[in-house]
C-alpha cells in the first residue's frame, strides 16, 4: 500500500518542505516527487502537504504520516540487512553541530549503534564551522552541520530561517548598541549576525561569548542579550524576538550531512548513519511529533 519510494519521497519533502530541494536530495525529477507524493495521498486518502506557489506546510495527517513513514523504512531496513547478512564495521568519525544538543539526534545514533554494533562510533560535538575545517582536514568521516544557503557541500537535511531570540522579558534599547550572544569565530551564526546589524549600520556589542550552546541559552535566560538561532530549534525558555525591536532579517540557513575522503569501510558506515540522518531529520526539530 505504501512504496518505500513514495515513503522516503514523502520524508525528503517533509523535512526540506520544499519539492525541489527533496528532488535534488534524491536524484529526482520533481514532476517525479510530485507524483510520489500524490500515489501516497491517495493510498492514504489524506492530503499530506498544503502548498501553493510560494510554500510548503504538512497537514496534520501529513505529521502523523511523518512517525509511520519512519517506521516502515527502519523496518524494511532491517529485514533487508538481516536476510542480506551485511554487517558493517570500522571506525566511524562524525561531528555534529551545537545546535544538536536538545534535539532527539541521541535517538538516531542510539539506533544506528544498534543496528550496527561492530562500528566504532565517535562523536565530535562542535561549531559548524569548525567541523567544517576539521572535516576538510581529514580529522572526520561525516558532519550534520550548518551551511550558508549558498554553499553547495552536503546533502539538505533541512532548511530554515534564522531570528533573533532572547527572554521573553528583555527589552532593546533603540538608542544603544544590540547586545549580543555569540559563538565564538568561525561560527556561522556568529558571523550572519554581524553582517546583518552591519548592513543595516546597527551598533551592536559583545554581550556574551561561549561556545557551548548550553552557555548561551543560560545568558539569554539571563536577559544578557539576544541571540541569532534556528527559527526551528528554539530552545525552551527564549522566545523569538518581536519585529518591533527593529532587528534586521538574518536571512536563511541550511542543515546538511556532509562526507569526507575516506573509502572502504568506514564509507560505509558513513553512508549508514547519514541515511539514517536524512529518514530520521524530522526527529531533530523538538516541535515535531513521532
Known amino acids: 500500500m505504501y512504496g518505500p519510494s513514495h515513503l522516503r519521497t514523502f520524508l ?98 542510539e539506533r544506528f549503534r544498534s543496528d550496527h554494533p561492530e562500528v566504532d562510533l565517535e562523536l565530535t560535538v562542535e561549531l559548524s564551522g569548525t567541523l567544517h575545517e576539521q572535516l576538510a582536514a581529514g580529522k572526520l568521516d561525516l558532519v550534520l552541520a550548518k551551511r550558508r544557503p549558498q554553499d553547495p557541500r552536503g546533502e539538505l537535511v533541512w532548511h530554515d530561517r534564522l531570528v533573533w531570540i532572547g527572554a521573553e522579558r528583555l527589552r532593546l534599547d533603540p538608542d544603544r548598541p544590540v547586545p549580543l550572544i555569540v559563538y565564538p569565530p568561525p561560527g556561522i551564526t556568529r558571523a550572519l549576525a554581524l553582517e546583518a546589524l552591519e548592513r543595516e549600520g546597527r551598533a551592536w556589542r559583545i554581550a556574551c561569548t561561549s561556545g ?44 546538511v550531512v556532509v562526507h569526507g575522503r575516506r573509502h572502504g569501510a568506514e564509507r560505509g558506515a558513513a553512508d549508514a548513519l547519514a541515511a539514517a540522518i536524512l529518514s530520521g531529520g524530522d526527529r531533530l526539530h523538538p516541535g515535531r511529533r513521532g
Not at 231 to 242: D, I, M, N, S
Request: aromatic residues 6%; charged residues 25%; glycine residues 10%.
Open 12 to 109: 525528503a519533502v517533509a523535512q526540506t518542505l520544499s519539492f525541489t530541494q527533496a528532488a535534488r536530495r534524491l536524484g529526482l525529477r520533481q514532476s517525479t516527487v510530485s507524483q510520489h507524493v500524490r500515489r501516497l495521498e491517495d493510498a492514504t486518502g489524506r492530503q499530506l502537504f498544503s502548498r501553493d506557489t510560494h510554500s510548503v506546510e504538512l497537514t496534520e495527517d501529513g505529521e502523523a504520516m511523518l512517525g509511520f513513514a519512519r517506521r516502515l523504512l527502519e523496518v524494511q531496513e532491517q529485514a533487508t540487512a538481516f536476510f542480506t547478512g551485511t554487517r558493517l564495521r570500522g571506525r566511524l568519525r562524525f561531528g555534529a553541530s551545537e545546535d544538536f544538543v536538545l534535539t532527539r539526534l541521541p535517538e538516531i545514533l
Open 212 to 255: 557551548s550552546l548550553n552557555g548561551l541559552i543560560a545568558a539569554a535566560r539571563a536577559g544578557l542579550g539576544v541571540m541569532a538561532h534556528s527559527h526551528g530549534l528554539v530552545p525552551p525558555g527564549l522566545v523569538r524576538v518581536p519585529d518591533r525591536a527593529g532587528l534586521p532579517e538574518l536571512g536563511e540557513v541550511d542543515f
